[in-house]
């Protein structure tokens, strides 16, 4: 079954240093996001990419963040200056049309030193 | 505003017995509701979903029901299985805009053999 894919697994990162997480979403799938969970919290969306453009992001997702899809396959996640409270773990997930069946993942524990 | 609640929060049943899980939301025009199931760790997984034109749904052991009038929908899991033991969240798409899923608080529920 195909699944999505992220990498790295773990990023320790300084305070202030800019961090890309990287993600491949399932191969036939239109729409990409992103998501994050504070430890022992509920997962929070962050923005959503449809058609090489952000549809949708939440106020988490502010200048700090940018998303791009580089090529045909990779879909990341910038964070340009981390603080403290960026540490949490990050979902990608994707999905074939608006409004279907989401998949997630194995997400990238950030940790913000 | 965007709010989905989810209770209880913690559930402990014993092996056998029938677990349920509760959530409301806030959008009546809300159309899609599914449930993610999350180990320890790891990623949260689709085990069951339901749209707004539909009461209930059923999945060998898993169930949810759908109650548009009262805006709750419920998880409900028969014959529980220590393997069944994990943080359940609910998640709804709001009607101005389908692109995120907003993720009810959890319920960790624990089934002791």
């Known amino acids: 079954e195909p699944e999505v894919t992220q990498t790295p697994s773990h990023q320790v990162t300084q305070m202030g240093q800019e961090v890309i997480l990287r993600c491949v979403p399932i191969?036939?799938?239109?729409?990409f996001y992103w998501y994050r969970q504070i430890l022992g919290q509920k997962v929070e969306f962050l923005v959503s990419f449809y058609n090489n453009e952000i549809s949708e992001k939440s106020e988490i997702f502010d200048d700090q963040f940018s998303v791009e899809r580089p090529d045909g396959s990779n879909f990341t996640l910038k964070i340009r200056s981390t603080k403290l409270e960026d540490s949490a773990m990050y979902f990608c997930?994707?999905?074939?049309?608006?409004?279907?069946?989401?998949?997630f993942g194995s997400g990238t524990q950030l940790s913000v030193l | 505003g965007e709010n989905v609640e989810q209770h209880p929060s913690t559930l402990s049943v014993q092996e056998g017995d029938s677990a349920v899980i509760k959530c409301t939301y806030s959008d009546s025009a809300s159309n899609y509701f599914p449930w993610y199931k999350q180990e320890l760790g790891k990623r949260p997984q689709l085990i069951i979903d339901i749209r707004s034109n539909v009461g209930e749904k059923k999945d060998q052991r898993i169930a949810v029901t759908l109650n548009k009038t009262a805006k709750h929908f419920s998880l409900h899991i028969t014959e529980t299985q220590p393997e069944d033991s994990a943080v359940y969240f609910c998640?709804?798409?709001?009607?101005?805009?389908?692109?995120?899923?907003?993720f009810g608080t959890g319920t960790r529920l624990q089934v002791f053999p």
């Open positions: 997930a994707s999905s074939r049309p608006q409004n279907e069946k989401l998949f």
């Open positions: 998640a709804a798409t709001l009607s101005y805009n389908t692109d995120k899923l907003i």
């Open positions: 191969s036939n799938h239109l729409y």
